[in-house]
């Protein structure tokens, strides 16, 4: 009942908050962390089970994410994959190395830098999809660039992450640098097959009923998110790569 009452307590105070941000025309995530602020120990302290609503934080941005999937046009992906990528890897790198540089100049250590520049090259993948999706900007060119810009982003984090785990641990991050992504492309490719192959005739099946295809749809998307997460990815990668895939299907 403590765990009821939270929520439905943080969902009302959004509400409130939201409606205020609504009425001085400010973006809705504004008011969500505003909202968090006001609940959280800076200020109230209204909440106790915390993992519950970590819980509750992951399944609404997977679930967003997924929304975002099925949306984009796997052409679409094709034609802006290229830009996502080149501008995506730059910008991490150019940040990172002023973020590294300044971080010497200021008197960390090397690795102490390291960690500061890649912190400040990455972006909020879920503060910029929200204002996209305010917006109804994410069917837009740039804001698709924006969607692949981001999880150009993730990705490098993941591999940063890594590397740096196996340097602490001992490791030899080249090899696990590439079985990540041999694992990355092998689930890929997995999950385009089914999506071409397997989906359709699934989805012709569960359309049928709006009940049923909603149920399938939640439950093909945090599958996903569950894959990904459990082989070393982010959940949110997996719950966009839901979207995508059942995006291919005709339905």
Do not use: C
């Amino acid at each position: 009942m403590d765990t009821f009452f939270e929520v439905g307590l943080v969902i009302g105070i959004a509400a409130l908050v939201s409606i205020m941000m609504r009425f001085f025309k400010q973006p809705l995530i504004i008011g969500y962390i505003l909202t968090g602020i006001i609940v959280g120990p800076s200020l109230l302290n209204l909440i106790s089970t915390t993992d519950t609503i970590t819980l509750f934080s992951h399944m609404g941005v997977a679930l967003l994410l997924f929304v975002v999937g099925l949306g984009l046009d796997p052409k679409v992906i094709k034609e802006v994959g290229l830009v996502s990528i080149v501008t995506g890897v730059g910008q991490a790198l150019f940040t990172t190395a002023i973020g590294f540089f300044l971080s010497l100049a200021l008197g960390f250590s090397t690795l102490t830098s390291i960690y500061i520049g890649l912190a400040l090259s990455f972006s909020s993948t879920i503060l910029i999809l929200k204002l996209l999706s305010d917006k109804n900007e994410t069917e837009t060119l740039y804001g698709k660039i924006t969607i692949g810009f981001l999880l150009v982003q993730d990705l490098l984090a993941i591999f940063a992450l890594i590397i740096f785990s196996s340097l602490n641990g001992g490791m030899n991050a080249q090899t696990l640098v590439l079985g990540v992504a041999l694992k990355g492309l092998a689930l890929l490719i997995g999950l385009f097959l089914i999506g071409v192959y397997i989906l359709p005739h699934i989805t012709r099946v569960v359309a049928k009923s709006q009940e049923m295809l909603l149920l399938f749809s939640i439950s093909w998307a945090f599958a996903l998110s569950l894959l990904f997460f459990k082989t070393g990815f982010s959940l949110e990668i997996g719950a966009l790569i839901a979207g995508v895939t059942l995006s291919l299907s005709p339905l």
